[in-house]
């Protein structure tokens, strides 16, 4: 399978079902609805979104991948409300992101942190509105139940919360990796989890597109960090080194460029192993792990 | 009716299902925790979780109640979010609430953006956690879906970019309201809205209700005008004369007090008007109504 191909396709029906679902600016919150549109069309891989399809294709259910476009919708608009809080001037401070100047730059600090809001909020409305996809209510109330708990306090923003908490300063080698697994896996864990749920899924499907889920998790992560040291500012479309200067821990800072390498590799090979009982249909997720972790080339 | 009374065992109710529901500042993220939970239990009157109940009890399904709790102490958890946020640095700048230092004050910006953030994602994991109160897929559906269209874009958060993005700046008093129904009411009605669907209404009780509930909103939103001009900050629990202060359009700049105390009224006897059809069981809401009113005094 081309994989290259594979990603623009699916890139397109996600941003054609954004494009439908999304609001449009107009009425009293215009303005709002803007600044929340701008951050969600400036770009993005969509790869929280593909995962999720890819994951009720591997199950097998393809007829059910465009019931999953709102819940794939979802995805993205939390992962974007993410970004733009991340980039906030009380946060990171980033001024570029996908290439494009932030939210903030352009909206100002208070309406990037409502349109993050509004994102955020609106991806539980998407996700609640049950004339968008034929899911059954009880799976559609385990699909919002999963996603909450992995963008929540025990998810992405504690994660988040953490990794802010601990800048400048030292600490173990597990502290990285509650950050990581939270920060950023627990959503990317969530996304091939509720495309599976949303399929139908059997337990034993759900537990192993888990751990799938979990090691292209880390391995994305330990990627990240590899390219914000390896790569310029101009490859990642955000300020590259960032992490360092910024005084974060990062794989490379505990293991070496090389090391790190193939602690991605070894993540990536777990994912693929997990998949083992799955048939061919499964190929786009074995092809998405293998392009994840090409990306620290 | 006592609503001193009912509204001090309505909140003992609340306090102690918020304290049960709510994580504990434990583990990795407990700091995150903390911050979340620092602005839940600062104070507050518990309106939005009460209103919530009492409609409930207007419907006359006392039982349904309890199974109720974790849709009131979502809301609550929205509000406490949306409190945080307001008064963050680059919006309100507030340093005061409820008689307390603000969560930014304490726990700095970047934790204030992300508790707010955490309870924010919290409420909707509470919703749709199907261990937590005995309430129907489908009506659990259209509760979560209610909440998230009243608190996001094209409600809670929408109307407060329009305030944020309006200030200092003249506009007619349509644009006023816009702010306020959104900003303020939307939450509120929502409140007695799904306590109503919770509790089995018919869609001529939903109608009524939600009748009641925007004429609430309404008049708290004119009390609360009222309220930064006539009151000292002691009495408030926040900077008293902020609107004015901060170039915001109110009830008083437009109509004065005498006349705003008149709007108030007017909205009251609107609200418990909408109640007609409803027997004794709906005192607690009447009341509510009444006491929503009289602190305007």
């Known amino acids: 399978m081309e994989i290259k191909t594979y990603l623009s396709e699916r890139k397109q029906i996600v941003d054609q079902a954004l494009q439908e679902m999304m609001l449009t600016p107009e009425g009293p919150f215009a303005d709002h609805i803007e600044a929340m549109r701008y951050s969600l069309f400036v770009g993005g891989k969509r790869v929280r979104p593909i995962l999720c399809l890819a994951a009720a294709e591997a199950v097998g259910v393809a007829d059910q991948q465009a019931d999953l476009l709102p819940v794939a919708c979802a995805l993205e608009c939390i992962h974007t409300y993410s970004l733009i809080h991340d980039d906030l001037p009380a946060m990171d401070d980033d001024d570029l992101r996908r290439g494009k100047p932030t939210n903030h730059t352009i909206f ?19 996700l609640s509105d049950t004339t968008q996809g034929n899911i059954p209510a009880e799976t559609r109330l385990a699909i919002i139940k999963k996603i909450a708990t992995a963008s929540g306090p025990l998810g992405m923003v504690g994660g988040q919360a953490l990794d802010i908490a601990t800048e400048n300063s030292e600490y173990p080698f597990s502290t990285l990796q509650t950050i990581h697994r939270h920060k950023t896996g627990a959503l990317i864990t969530c996304s091939v989890e509720v495309g599976a749920l949303g399929a139908g899924a059997s337990n034993r499907q759900l537990q192993q597109l888990k751990t799938f889920g979990d090691n292209i998790g880390l391995a994305f992560q330990i990627v990240d960090d590899l390219l914000d040291e390896t790569s310029t500012t101009e490859q990642l479309g955000k300020a590259a080194g960032a992490d360092a200067s910024r005084g974060k821990a990062t794989y490379p800072a505990y293991f070496g460029i090389e090391q790190t390498r193939v602690k991605a590799k070894e993540a990536t090979d777990r994912a693929v192993q997990a998949l083992e009982e799955f048939d061919h249909r499964a190929d786009p997720l074995r092809s998405l792990a293998e392009y994840i972790f090409t990306r620290s080339y």
């Open 108 to 126: 100002g600090e208070a309406a990037a942190i409502l349109a993050g809001d509004g994102l955020l909020t609106w991806a539980f409305d998407l």
